[in-house]
């Protein structure tokens, strides 16, 4: 980049790389977004590196590539990262080899497991909150004394809601705040916005931040993460946020649009606006 006469920053580069976050920029619950296959397939013939994001652990890529593809969206299996992958891949960083109690669904199991972690409720290493639509009380109450008898607290998101047809739903970050109040242990967040799971999507695609885009519906969770690992951020508008959403936040996103179809035929020079 550098910078314009007008002391605004001007986005010069030969290759944009491409960060997507899923539900409301390229899906809407079980809907594609108009123009997000056009996307996609202009960025695959172009070869231009992409990776789809999501903060939703329920899933294995191998369940969210089968679940785009029913609604024509071909994502490969490698592209997809989710913060069940991010948190495993960080826990593995800290202690290989280690365990944990985790209340979650297979996407987030599988993810350990493939990291090398052990599965247990006897004085794990962690307790590793993540999504799921069967929050038990039991499995809260076990998931408290663990953390109140030693063991660290980790999440995968702070998401306090999530969507669907009949309106929203509690996320892992709500659970996560009771299980907080009740053991006055903060947990630790590995997924959007803390920006490790934005660097470790860069790593995996081999890009860098300063050509690197981050699509997202949300100010608080893409936006923001995008920001803080040195991305520049497209705000799309079919998902949660209107356009006065942005205007509530300390931070801008770069560009704001209506949806991902205005990039179509622009992915190559995406701040072009005609």
């Known amino acids: 980049m550098s910078e314009a006469d007008d002391g605004t920053m001007e986005h010069v580069s030969n290759q944009w790389n ?33 990776m789809v994001l999501t903060n939703n652990s329920i899933y294995t890529p191998r369940d969210l590539r089968a679940r785009l593809l029913n609604m024509r969206l071909d994502i490969p299996e490698e592209a997809i990262w989710t913060s069940a992958l991010a948190t495993a891949q960080f826990l593995q960083t800290q202690r290989p080899g280690g365990s944990a109690y985790v209340v979650g669904e297979s996407g987030l199991t599988t993810a350990l497991h493939n990291a090398g972690y052990v599965i247990t409720e006897r004085d794990p290493d962690y307790v590793v909150l993540g999504e799921t639509r069967t929050y038990s009380f ?23 809601t999530g969507p669907s047809a009949e309106g929203p739903l509690p996320a892992t970050g709500a659970v996560a705040a009771l299980i907080e109040k009740a053991t006055g242990r903060r947990p630790y967040f590995v997924g959007k916005p803390n920006p490790l799971m934005m660097r470790s999507a860069l790593r995996r695609m081999g890009a860098h931040s300063e050509n690197t885009l981050m699509v997202g519906d949300r100010m608080d969770t893409d936006v923001l993460s995008g920001l803080e690992a040195g991305l520049q951020t497209v705000l799309v508008l079919s998902g949660i946020s209107e356009r006065e959403t942005a205007e509530q936040f300390p931070y801008r996103p770069t560009r704001v649009i209506d949806s991902v179809k205005a990039l179509v035929g622009a992915s190559q020079d995406p701040f072009h606006q005609a």
């Open 138 to 160: 039991e499995a809260i109450t076990r998931a408290i004394r663990l953390v109140r008898n030693g063991a660290r607290f980790i999440a995968t998101n702070p998401d306090e």
């Open 18 to 50: 491409y960060l997507f976050d899923m539900d409301g920029v390229l899906v809407r619950e079980e809907h594609l977004v108009p123009g997000a296959d056009e996307l996609i397939a202009e960025l695959r013939e172009n070869q231009t590196p992409f």
